[in-house]
């Protein structure tokens, strides 16, 4: 395997679908065999993460993948998947590198994928940091009226935001599935670029709000993960957002809650100077 510098793009191709990823610095780093994966979020993609990664790649190795649909990885308008497969799309890339090990790092949907991977092969995954992780299932059946309500509420939006995706509606299912989460008006503030971008990936919606979902977390599986788990929320997080980091913290046995500023502006909460706080939280788990 030839060096590359970070910034380059390889593919891991796995039942013919190519997922793109930047391999980060192959030159010896302190732990050869191991690597950081950044996990980008739903309507992003992996430049989403360009100044975390410039925070850990001083002297660890970063890989950073583009989702199915997003980035330069395949195109899946209107196919339907899993989050399964999303995260087996991350192991492929681990296995191209010959990366035995992994820190994984995922926002939203990439929280989701990143868990799913700590589920199905702890043995590969050395910690886990989800930012605000699209793990909303947790909260399915709660006893309390109240969080029953705003899983509902979330539903609703996000199956509307599915269906008009699935039909070429990208403004109505842009405006489903990102108001409630940034506000009625997420357009304003955000750069011609951003905004291009989040249409680019807009067709993404069709397949992946039904995937996640779908996503059943089993509460006695939670218990059993052992993986060191740190769950990071942003000073003004949702109150959803807010259960789901207590569910899991509450359920999984080695877990924390760190909470962040993350930026004002919902369209750039990971830019700008959160990568240096955030890179911190990320070093104190992996040990560094």
Do not use: C
């Not at 397949?207 to 052992?226: N, T």
């Not at 909460?269 to 706080?277: C, E, K, S, Y």
């Amino acid at each position: 395997m030839s060096d590359s510098r970070a910034g380059g793009t390889r593919f891991a191709v796995r039942n013919n679908v190519r997922v793109a990823y930047d391999p980060g610095h192959l030159a010896a780093p302190k732990r050869p065999n191991e690597a950081i994966v950044l996990l980008h979020d739903l309507l992003a993609d992996r430049s989403e993460f360009a100044s975390l990664r410039v925070s850990l790649a001083i002297d660890l190795r970063v890989i950073s993948p583009d989702a199915r649909g997003h980035g330069a990885s395949a195109t899946v308008a209107n196919q339907w998947y899993t989050v399964a497969e999303l995260a087996l799309d991350v192991l492929a890339i681990l296995d191209a590198e010959g990366v035995e090990r992994a820190h994984l790092v995922g926002h939203g949907l990439g929280g989701a994928t990143a868990f799913e991977l700590a589920r199905r092969l702890g043995d590969r995954v050395i910690t886990l940091t989800m930012i605000e992780p699209a793990l909303y299932s947790i909260l399915d059946n709660d006893a309390d009226p109240t969080v029953t309500g705003l899983r509902n509420e979330l539903r609703v939006s996000d199956r509307a935001a599915g269906d008009a995706a699935y039909k070429g509606m990208v403004d109505k299912a842009l405006d489903a599935y990102l108001a409630p989460r940034w506000g009625s008006a997420w357009r304003d503030g955000a750069s011609r670029q951003r905004l291009g971008a989040i249409r680019r990936h807009s067709a993404s919606l069709a397949g992946l709000v039904p995937a996640l979902d779908a996503y059943v977390i089993a509460k006695p599986e939670l218990r059993q993960l052992l993986v060191p788990t740190t769950v990071v929320i942003g000073e003004n997080a949702r109150p959803v957002d807010r259960l789901v980091a207590s569910r899991l913290a509450g359920l999984l046995p080695v877990a924390r809650i760190v909470t962040l500023s993350l930026g004002n502006r919902a369209v750039d909460r990971l830019g700008g100077d959160v990568g240096g706080p955030l890179a911190g939280v990320i070093r104190e788990a992996v040990g560094e």
